[in-house]
């Protein structure tokens, strides 16, 4: 069983709709992520969370612990907010040394004019 | 903004050639990761850095694999004996040291595509 999974894997949705994708993980975390990955393969960071809601722009990112649940909405989507987008998370307890990432196998978000 | 460099942005190789993934994580970093993504499949974590030796490693990570930081500033993925199923991409991330047990985001380099033929 995948530690992390997403929900849906695969979402078309107008322009100016709002978006959410699912994110459920089986593991005690200390965060978070959500993460865009463009067509042409590069990463970029939107959140990092270990409790409660985090907003930047259009994009909002909640978080329950206790359900081990996150979800990530985007209001007024629009075109460019095409991508895949990925929800990956710390295991809890790594105390020491680097802090490795489990990832979600993404929703690829299509959002049409 | 500082960000993380990676080069090449493609490489292709013949199977059985050593290949050499660069990086130039955030200066001010300690943490240095490699992942890769093979292509349709999710990004899967091969190994971290900190302090100059490996903190921890997964199972892809066998002995062709090796990672160096050589001179303070580069981070470099090393693929011994390439083989057709390295195909993927292959991300670098680093990140800031640990504050309590919160970890400080981690930011991805743009990736190497690596066409094992």
């Known amino acids: 069983k995948n530690e992390v999974e997403q929900s849906p894997q695969n979402l078309t949705a107008q322009e100016g709709e709002f978006i959410t994708i699912n994110c459920s993980y089986s593991?005690?975390?200390?965060?978070l992520h959500w993460l865009q990955q463009h067509p042409g393969g590069g990463i970029v960071s939107l959140f990092m969370l270990s409790s409660g809601k985090k907003k930047h722009g259009r994009l909002i990112a909640t978080i329950n612990i206790q359900e081990k649940h996150s979800s990530l909405h985007i209001t007024a989507s629009h075109p460019r907010d095409s991508a895949v987008y990925i929800c990956?998370?710390?295991?809890?307890?790594?105390?020491?040394?680097?802090?490795?990432?489990?990832f979600g196998q993404g929703t690829r978000l299509t959002i049409n004019p | 903004e500082p960000e993380v460099t990676q080069t090449p942005s493609h490489q292709v190789t013949q199977m059985g050639q050593e290949v050499i993934l660069r990086c130039v994580p955030i200066s001010n970093h300690l943490y240095f990761y490699w992942y890769r993504q093979i292509l349709g499949q999710k990004v899967e974590f091969l190994v971290s850095?900190?302090?100059?030796?490996?903190?921890?490693k997964s199972e892809i990570f066998d002995d062709q694999f090796s990672v160096e930081r050589p001179d303070g500033s580069n981070f470099t993925l090393k693929i011994r004996s390439t083989k057709l199923e390295d195909s993927a991409m292959y991300f670098c991330?680093?990140?800031?040291?640990?504050?309590?047990?919160?970890?400080?985001?981690?930011?991805f380099g743009p990736g190497t595509r690596l066409t094992v033929t």
């Open positions: 850095f900190y302090n100059n030796e490996i903190s921890e």
């Open positions: 991330a680093s990140s800031d040291k640990l504050a309590g047990d919160y970890s400080y985001e981690q930011y």
């Open positions: 990956a998370v710390r295991l809890f307890g790594w105390y020491q040394g680097a802090q490795k990432l489990v």
């Open positions: 593991v005690g975390i200390s965060a």
